[in-house]
């Protein structure tokens, strides 16, 4: 599945919007949300069996001196937390990747990712109705304008260029998770033009075998469609 | 019996069905006197990786009044080929198809271990999914912009056969025309004027049917409608012009003035949804789902009027009577939600507002029809955009969670007969022999119908022992259930689970002891606590509590060790031991308790309780709190204040909020930076171990539940202090000797003085 793999999808957390909602959650990316993998702690569902219906109170004896006083304690010392001497004995997980988003630099030009959308588009001319052949081509156009207007993220970028090389590879079901995954952490930039590159997916996929010609390093003739697992 | 445990749990996993009593007792009377009722929760499409479905029809049994489904309970005749219904004891012929089994040859619903099982049947051909957008435009400018974008994101997550129409509304209510040319067409009706599904069908221009379709039958070929309507389209035709569509809506036009609320019909519009989903869709899986930013304030369901100063109706204002719209909006959404069940829909409600919504009246739109319902404070907040993407997560075949048109009939042995059933379903009337006369929950009937599930959808169900005392059970004689869910698979396919168990009777009298160890006593609260839920919403909330309390009481005379009139002697055992505490617990949920509550949260809360499966109704009625310290791996602690500690971090699961407390020494040292600091790094580690493990719940939950960061002394430390139980309060800070903890301002009662009146009133000749 794909959310195992990094160069597919971003696995990000961002705080909530604690603007709107002071207690907003934090917002995982698509690439955690659909994660199948990956270490699954035992979930917390435990409790401790109160005090044995008639047994005495068994008071649960205070480590540190306890508080009592609850002046204001910036004055006092507290102490210090213990030095790490051993390595904690918490339990053992695998961080987050947390994938810094502005810093990325892309250095792809917009040109090298649009050109292999526009050759697919022609080859879909012959079978798709040219409404949607067109709707498809101004997207691109709203596509092209924004990024040299710098309006599109690093990731953006980045990822459409991915996404492109997985058309030119015919791997419709891959691209269009990448499609997705752009959707749903990017939406305010891309939903003006992302119906488009995923109609376009949608409709080259299904054309007859002569009108895809294949334009992928891997070889020469018309491969079925791999679909990446 | 720790043996009991095991088995309670094996078969949880193995059917997804937990008993409050897994040995029962033989007679009418005996099981009264049991207090807690013999019921059980069910989840029908528990998510079991390791069952394939199987390609081919159930084998029947032949009776016309029994048609239970061959499973391993039934005696069989290989030679013969026979088999013996094992709750009518009907002989019957297998099919031709089963020729060729034998002892060494079993199919699949023979054999013990499938006592669940999944049939694949085909039936007609199958029908999309639809999806019908219902939208308030009356929304802030940022708002509104979240929602679209949302929306849009939407279609990216849609399958692409699936029908999606949309509905905006404000003052007006607009019903949008999808085509893929020309200019964007809607019709729009009055927002004041409700209107008949007739008269809105004739209004559209929409074919009625001709042949008047039954419900819960499956549509045949030639009755079905075209499938491509104006106003509903299948995605991959009409994403590109729905995405500028939606891209394109504005805010509602009509000025709102000072002092006034937006004028917003939201009960016309959900009319005219439910309408047009009657006449051209019905009996196939569909979802309405309403996004509102506020309350209906105009038309037929209306909650509250349009001056800012008359505020929304609280639980205070209910109690005095003072609510003057809420019986006659009720009345018009309960209409609604009967009619969308009746037809196999479902009604969702993403509700996001600073102020109340009108959920306590709309609430019966998605609790009779599966629907989902959340509450949240602005449609640009992770907490919306989260959950509703959740609502079309995938398992791990690349398929939704959803499933749609459900019907679930239950069957029992002839000692036992169906008092009722509990969750988001209504009753589909089948009267039969295993109906009893009294009803707990949604009675009188066998069967039910849940538009709307997914593999967490827990129905609550009620037996009745009806054996007479005098009449024997045979040596080792077992009572039996089946339940046979019935229902449309997200990827269209139909399906049928069936689950059949089988529990020993005993007789009280003599064998009372293993009546008692195999007690369940967390299904026993969760289904204790569902009906006494059901119940608060049409009695007294003192009566509920009151009612709670007299069942505990008896119980505990029942079930308890004690010699009479000696409190200290009393002793409960193992299988018992955790059920007071439950009970103390939930008679201080919002479940039961409104105060500090809107009327639309206590709506919001009970939804949620009423479908959840037992371990999370478990968390709700009992928050789970761990505790993160240097000294070793996080471990529970008992919720109770003296588990605050100034040297722990704590992490609290109510369900609905995520709670990482910060004792008050680690408040201190975190604000002076010794997490930064590389020879503290094992305080880093401290503090990151609490936000791991809350990352994991936040990750899967649906929904999504708020999140709280906070620490000793802050105000949002109210969460935590609300939930545990006050053992140390500022009325006993100075009769504890040893302090430990902190204490909780409240005059709330605590566990250790429950428990002493409870041990009290339960041995006491007197009662």
Redesign the interface.
């Known amino acids: 599945m794909l959310g195992c793999d990094v160069a597919m999808a971003e696995l990000y957390v961002k705080p909530g919007n604690k603007e709107r909602g002071w207690n907003d959650p934090p917002q995982f990316s698509y690439g955690l949300q659909i994660q199948c993998g990956g270490p699954k702690r035992p979930p917390l569902t435990r409790r401790v069996p109160g005090p044995a219906a008639g047994a005495p109170q068994a008071l649960t004896p205070a480590n540190s001196a306890p508080p009592a006083v609850p002046a204001a304690l910036a004055s006092k010392p507290v102490g210090l937390p213990p030095l790490a001497v051993v390595s904690p004995a918490l339990r053992p997980d695998a961080a987050k990747q947390v994938v810094s988003l502005a810093e990325e630099e892309c250095e792809v030009k917009v040109e090298d990712v649009l050109a292999p959308l526009n050759e697919t588009l022609s080859m879909c001319r012959n079978t798709v109705q040219k409404q949607v052949c067109d709707d498809i081509s101004r997207r691109l156009a709203v596509f092209r304008e924004l990024w040299l207007q710098g309006k599109l993220s690093a990731p953006v970028r980045k990822r459409m260029n991915i996404l492109v090389q997985e058309v030119q590879r015919q791997h419709w079901d891959v691209a269009d998770e990448i499609h997705r995954s752009l959707m749903v952490d990017h939406v305010n930039e891309v939903s003006q033009w992302m119906v488009g590159i995923k109609r376009l997916i949608a409709e080259a996929r299904n054309l007859p075998p002569g009108d895809l010609v294949v334009n992928d390093e891997q070889g020469a003739g018309a491969q079925p469609a791999e679909e990446a697992l | 019996m720790a043996t009991y445990l095991e088995f309670i749990q094996q078969n949880e996993e193995r059917d997804g069905v937990r008993f409050s009593w897994n040995v029962w007792p033989s007679s009418r009377l005996e099981a009264t006197r049991m207090v807690v009722p013999l019921a059980c929760l069910l989840t029908p499409l528990k998510e079991r990786l390791d069952l394939p479905p199987v390609q081919y029809e159930p084998v029947l049994c032949s009776r016309q009044t029994c048609k239970a489904v061959l499973s391993p309970l039934c005696q069989v005749d290989y030679h013969a080929k026979l088999w013996a219904c094992n709750f009518c004891f009907q002989r019957n012929q297998f099919p031709p198809a089963y020729a060729g089994i034998s002892e060494i040859n079993q199919p699949a619903e023979l054999m013990p271990q499938f006592s669940t099982i999944e049939y694949i049947v085909q039936r007609g051909s199958p029908t999309p999914l639809i999806f019908l957008y219902v939208v308030d435009t009356c929304l802030e400018e940022?708002d509104l912009q979240a929602l679209k974008?949302?929306l849009?994101?939407s279609?990216?997550?849609l399958p692409?056969e699936a029908l999606v129409g949309l509905i905006t509304f404000g003052r007006m209510v607009q019903v949008h025309e999808l085509s893929?040319?020309g200019i964007s067409k809607s019709y729009v009706f009055r927002g004041t004027k409700d209107l008949t599904a007739k008269q809105i069908q004739d209004m559209l221009g929409l074919t009625r049917p001709v042949v008047p379709v039954q419900q819960g039958r499956p549509l045949q070929p030639q009755e079905q409608p075209p499938i491509s309507s104006r106003f509903l389209q299948p995605v991959?035709k009409i994403?590109?012009n729905l995405?500028d569509l939606l891209?394109e809506l504005q805010r509602d036009p009509w000025p709102v003035t000072q002092g006034k609320r937006p004028l917003r019909s939201t009960g016309v519009a959900l009319s005219i949804a439910v309408g047009l989903l009657e006449g051209t869709f019905p009996n196939t899986g569909a979802r309405i789902m309403l996004f509102t930013g506020g309350p209906p304030t105009q038309g037929p369901g209306m909650v509250v009027g349009d001056e800012l100063k008359t505020p929304i109706r609280s639980w205070h204002d209910i109690e005095k009577d003072n609510a003057r719209f809420m019986k006659k909006a009720t009345k018009h959404y309960e209409t609604l939600a009967n009619r969308t069940a009746a037809n196999g829909h479902c009604i969702d409600i993403y509700a996001c507002a600073l102020d109340q919504t009108g959920l306590l009246e709309m609430k019966c739109c998605a609790n009779l029809t599966g629907g989902h319902m959340m509450m949240?404070?602005?449609f640009?907040?992770?907490?919306f955009?989260?959950t509703f993407?959740?609502v079309f997560?995938?398992d791990?075949n690349g398929e939704f969670r959803m499933a749609f048109g459900a019907t679930l009939e239950v069957k029992t042995s002839r000692e036992l007969k169906i008092s009722g059933a509990i969750g988001p379903c209504v009753s589909l009337n089948a009267k039969g022999p295993c109906v009893s006369e009294n009803e707990l929950g949604i009675g009188g009937t066998c069967q039910w119908k849940i538009c709307s599930l997914d593999p967490s959808s827990t129905l609550a169900i009620y037996f009745e022992v009806v054996n007479q005392h005098n009449a024997p059970i045979p040596q080792g004689g077992r009572g039996a259930v089946q339940f046979v869910t019935q229902y449309q698979h997200s990827n269209t396919q139909r399906r049928i689970r069936v689950t059949t168990i089988a529990r020993n009777w005993a007789d009280a009298q003599s064998q009372l002891q293993h009546i008692e160890a195999a007690f369940d006593q967390e299904a026993a609260a969760v289904l204790m606590a569902r009906l006494g839920v059901y119940r608060a919403e049409s009695e007294e909330g003192p009566d509920v509590l009151r009612w709670l309390d007299r069942q505990l009481i008896r119980l505990c005379q029942k079930f308890?060790q004690y010699n009479k009139d000696d409190p200290?002697?009393?002793?409960?055992s193992d299988s018992?031991?955790?059920y007071?505490?439950f009970m103390f617990h939930l008679r201080r949920s919002p479940f039961l308790q409104v105060f500090n509550n809107s009327p639309d949260e206590s709506s919001y809360y009970r939804h949620h309780f009423a479908r959840q499966d037992l371990?999370q109704s478990l968390?709700m009625i009992?928050p789970?709190l761990?505790s993160?310290?240097?000294?070793?791996?996080?471990e529970?602690?008992?919720?109770d204040s003296?588990?605050i500690?100034?040297?722990r971090i704590l992490?609290m699961?109510t369900f609905f909020?995520?709670v990482i407390y910060h004792g008050?020494?680690i408040a201190?040292?975190q604000k002076a930076g010794?997490q930064d600091m590389?020879?503290?790094?094992?305080?880093k580690?401290?503090l990151?171990?609490p936000l791991?493990?809350a990352?994991?719940?936040?990750?899967t939950r649906f929904p999504?539940?708020?999140?709280?960061n906070t620490e000793h002394?802050s105000s949002?430390a109210r969460f935590l202090l609300s939930k545990v139980n006050p053992s140390q309060t500022h009325n006993n800070l100075y009769a504890?000797g040893?302090?430990?903890?902190s204490p909780i301002l409240t005059d709330d009662v605590s566990?250790?003085v429950f428990?002493d009146h409870l041990?009290k009133l339960a041995v006491s000749s007197a009662s």
């Open positions: 940022e974008e949302s849009q994101m279609l990216s997550l692409p893929c040319e991959h994403d590109m995405t891209g949240g404070d602005s640009n907040t992770s907490l955009k989260q993407q959740r997560s995938k791990f308890g200290n002697s009393f002793r409960l018992f031991s955790l007071p505490q371990t968390i009992q789970i761990y993160y310290s240097f000294s070793g791996p996080p529970p602690v008992l919720l003296s588990s500690l100034a040297d992490l699961d909020q995520i008050e020494t201190q040292w010794y590389p020879e503290y790094e094992n305080f580690h401290l990151q171990a791991d493990d990352q994991e719940i936040l990750q999504m539940p708020r999140y709280v002394g949002q504890w040893q302090e430990s903890g566990l250790q428990m041990k």
